[in-house]
């Protein structure tokens, strides 16, 4: 039980990546973490695979103060989210106060649109690893890239290392 005291927020929207949210969620609840999960609305939103998420609250009552870390989970759903001011801002205000910034696969998309990576090492799934570059992070082929604050990871396959290096990261 590593991680008790800690409160961390998993992006949600539709067409979530169904491992990239719940191996996540269970692992970091098995290492005592309160972990949230927050979408633009309190509402239900379904998997790439039809998997059902209940949003435990809505972004807009959530306080950046009050949390340890965000993570924005990859498949289809990072398109969506990054196009709301509010979880764009969430994301920017988190990483400013040092907060830990974990995200896999199509996630790193958001992290785009935050603006955080410029001079970061990062990884992203291979489709958007230009945009990787072009916000300014020098892209690593890893299975996961941590730079301070930032965690990234490519795919499903890289979970085990992902969760990992969040939860070391939350220890410190």
Request: proline fraction near 5%; hydrophobic fraction near 45%.
């Given at each position: 039980m ?8 998993i ?16 692992r ?38 009050e ?106």
């Amino acid at each position: 039980m590593k991680l008790i005291g800690k409160k961390i927020v998993i992006l949600i929207e539709n067409l979530y990546e169904d491992l990239e949210v719940w191996f996540p969620y269970y692992r970091l609840i098995e290492e005592g973490a309160e972990v949230i999960i927050v979408g633009p609305e309190k509402k239900e939103y379904k998997g790439k695979y039809g998997y059902p998420a209940m949003a435990d609250m809505d972004i807009n009552g959530l306080e950046v103060n009050e949390i340890d870390a965000v993570l924005i989970p990859g498949g289809f759903a990072p398109d969506y989210l990054r196009r709301y001011d509010t979880v764009v801002n969430l994301v920017k205000t988190a990483f400013a106060k040092g907060k830990i910034i974990a995200a896999i696969c199509h996630g790193p998309s958001v992290l785009v649109n935050a603006e955080v990576l410029n001079g970061k090492k990062a990884t992203s799934f291979m489709a958007i690893k230009a945009d990787v570059i072009n916000a300014g992070a020098e892209f690593l082929d890893q299975e996961v890239v941590q730079d301070e604050t930032l965690i990234t990871s490519r795919r499903p396959q890289d979970l085990p290392a992902f969760c990992q290096a969040i939860i070391e990261a939350l220890q410190s």
